[in-house]
Nanobody, 122 residues
Framework: QVQVVESGGGLVQPGGSLRLSCAASGSIFSINTMGWYRQAPGKQRELVAQISNGGSTTYGDSVQGRFTISRDNTKNTMYLQMNGLSPEDTGVYYC????????????????WGQGTQVTVTS
């Protein structure tokens, strides 16, 4: 019913930039919060940033000031601009969408994408 697809990952040198995108599609009535999470090898998945449907944002302490989250509600798409990347930012980046399906206006569901790999190395 719903697909959440990330794109934009890749290999970048320290200090470089990447822009991730996340597109949600399907029988969506509305999307509440969208968020980016990442998981490094051997570590737990952690919040990178999230954004409400009104544009309010929250950032993880380690990315504050370097990453910028945004969304286009008309396209059900979210972005993550990542600047000043360091090897510690390496990991699989996942998109999460908290939404309501068409016909289920009183039920909120969350969907995850499959992830996109970000590798920062010299």
């Amino acid at each position: 019913q719903v697909q959440v697809v990330e794109s934009g990952g890749g290999l970048v040198q320290p200090g470089g930039s990447l822009r991730l995108s996340c597109a949600a599609s399907g029988s969506i009535f509305s999307i509440n919060t969208m968020g980016w999470y990442r998981q490094a090898p051997g570590k737990q998945r952690e919040l990178v940033a999230q954004i409400s449907n009104g544009g309010s944002t929250t950032y993880g302490d380690s990315v504050q000031g370097r990453f910028t989250i945004s969304r286009d509600n008309t396209k059900n798409t979210m972005y993550l601009q990542m600047n000043g990347l360091s090897p510690e930012d390496t990991g699989v980046y996942y998109c999460k969408a908290v939404l309501k399906l068409t016909g289920e206006l009183y039920t909120t569901r969350q969907y995850w994408g499959q992830g996109t790999q970000v590798t920062v190395t010299s």
